[in-house]
């Protein structure tokens, strides 16, 4: 998790200006901070030292059915669980915890071994979850995109009714054999199963609890592991032998600061404190693929429920296709946003960067609840994302609250109504001066923490594509290795502002042409998570 800087409450209130900010997902295979975790003083927190390893996993067609049977039986007795707690809870407030798992421990023993356990454990760290967030949202105390927390789910599609196939298995119930640095086998000791994986294991450590997911006509596993901790002399075989026995590869090159705006036109705005260098990765790419897919979705989600709606069996198809619109337009994304961090991150790394603020966008209405939620789920994922790569080098990563960030002015400090004009463009009324809206918000985290940053002269441009992230703007003599070190500018307005009118260009056609009125919407709806 980020740091918090300075260490406040867990959590991130509106009126904070720097803090911690909380996270939403509880995605199963995928670290998850729920229950929110606390950090001890001094010490670090137990996340930052776990990286989740994905395997692709390549079961002949036996094993296949016998991993859905498995899984099946998993999702039965979550469901069984959930159902029995859902009720108690309706009926009193309370669970009886125990009450409740004994009799499902004990009746799907049998089929899963000691891994029921685990879908036991984890079913009541969601309701802890729950009952936590739903006193913090009682007392006021929850940021206002949550919304009103509630029960966990069961664990299947809606619609058909069909059980979501998930495994959980207790960390000594597994291992890994690894053939070579690309493929392997995975072992489960309670069900005499060897499965081809194919994956690159990153990470060395102490394995946790593995979780093995259908997605999308796959199969997944996801191996938590605890990087450079050594096993249970019990268990010695659960360590994954992986590339890395410890997070921190390189240390930092300097004691610069850096501060990022995060959005979707330009996927990462940096300024610095000590040069007149910004960083800009813009996103067209990931742009149209996120409006692709949300077309394809919708289009399959209408042709879905009209067929459901007029008694045509077809719609089953149709609910197939959305769900694969669903994986795809998650997997695209991540594929993207992922290239983008890991160049981000090496970037800055040469920059001499120790410190890194990222600007926490402040949602100013909510117009369409999905989109807007969508957007703060995937801001969280990149703020995540971007926290496990920083760690690599050694770099820190705060929070910032980025309230008002998108009308305060950072050339003459005042706030102006009208200041962010022809979207993508900032002018100030007051002195004239024009700068990309962008630079405008990372300039003004910065102001927010209490740093200044020269006004930008040289702004390198980047595209993510899907080979990896290429630059717009190649400038003779310039690299991003080799900054100019100027002195910053006096307070006030002295900075003559040049700019890079290529990138102004790429801005403004990057909006009219793949853009449309979706994106207006989205715009104009105040979803500042995606600008
Ligand atoms: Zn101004």
């Known amino acids: 998790m980020p740091r918090v800087v300075p260490p406040k409450r867990g959590f991130l209130a509106l009126d904070e200006p720097v803090g911690r900010y909380p996270t939403v997902s509880t995605t199963l295979g995928t670290l998850s901070s729920f229950p929110p975790k606390l950090k001890g003083r001094g010490g670090k927190s137990r996340s930052e030292e776990m990286r989740t390893v994905r395997l692709r996993l390549l079961p002949s067609g036996a094993q296949e059915r016998r991993l859905r049977k498995l899984a099946d039986a998993a999702a039965k007795l979550w469901n069984g669980l959930n159902y029995a707690r859902l009720i108690q809870f309706r009926a009193s407030g309370k669970i009886d915890f125990k009450g409740t798992e004994h009799e499902l421990y004990h009746k799907y023993k049998s089929v899963l071994g000691v891994n029921a356990g685990q879908v036991i454990n984890l079913n009541n760290g969601a309701w802890m979850s729950y009952f936590k967030l739903k006193e913090m949202y009682e007392q006021g105390k929850l940021p206002r995109f949550y919304g009103k927390p509630s029960p966990p789910d069961f664990w299947r599609d809606r619609l058909l009714g069909r059980r979501k196939l998930v495994i959980l298995v207790r960390n000594d119930r597994y291992y890994l054999e690894q053939v070579n640095g690309g493929e392997g086998y995975l072992v489960l000791k309670d069900w005499g199963l060897r499965v081809k994986y194919a994956g690159r294991i990153k990470w060395a450590g102490k394995q946790g609890m593995l979780t093995i997911k259908f997605e999308d006509d796959r199969w997944f596993a996801y191996v938590p592991i605890t990087v450079g901790e050594k096993p249970a002399r019990s268990n010695p075989k659960g360590y994954v032998k992986g590339i890395h026995e410890r997070i921190r590869i390189e240390n930092p090159k300097g004691g610069n600061k850096a501060f990022i705006d995060v959005g979707l036109n330009n996927l990462f705005v940096v300024v610095f404190n000590h040069t007149d260098t910004a960083m800009l990765i813009k996103g067209s790419t990931i742009k149209s693929e996120y409006y692709y897919w949300k077309r394809e979705i919708k289009t399959y989600q209408s042709i879905r429920d009209w067929l459901k709606n007029h008694g045509f069996e077809s719609w089953k198809k149709y609910h197939a296709f959305y769900l694969h619109a669903v994986f795809k337009r998650k997997e695209r994304l991540r594929h993207y946003y992922r290239t983008a961090i890991r160049f981000l991150a090496k970037e800055i790394h040469k920059m001499g960067v120790d410190e890194v603020f990222v600007g926490y966008p402040y949602l100013v209405s909510q117009d369409d609840g999905n989109e807007y939620n969508t957007n703060i789920w995937w801001f969280n994922k990149i703020v995540n994302w971007l926290n496990d790569v920083l760690q690599e080098y050694g770099i820190k990563l705060n929070i910032v609250n980025e309230y008002g960030t998108s009308k305060q002015c950072s050339i003459c400090d005042m706030k102006h109504e009208n200041g962010r004009v022809k979207r993508g463009l900032y002018v100030c009324p007051v002195t004239g001066i024009k700068i990309n809206a962008d630079i405008n918000a990372a300039r003004n985290i910065a102001k927010r923490v209490g740093y200044e940053t020269p006004m930008p002269r040289k702004i390198l441009s980047y595209m ?41 260009i790429e801005v403004l056609r990057g909006r009219i042409t793949n853009v449309g009125d979706a994106l207006n919407n989205l715009r104009n709806g105040g979803c500042q998570g995606f600008r």
């Open 464 to 504: 993510v594509t899907t080979n990896g992230v290429k630059p717009l703007t190649p400038m003779e003599g310039v690299t991003i290795e080799t900054p100019t070190v100027k002195p910053s500018p006096k307070k006030g307005r002295e900075g003559v502002m040049l700019i890079d009118t290529s990138v102004l």
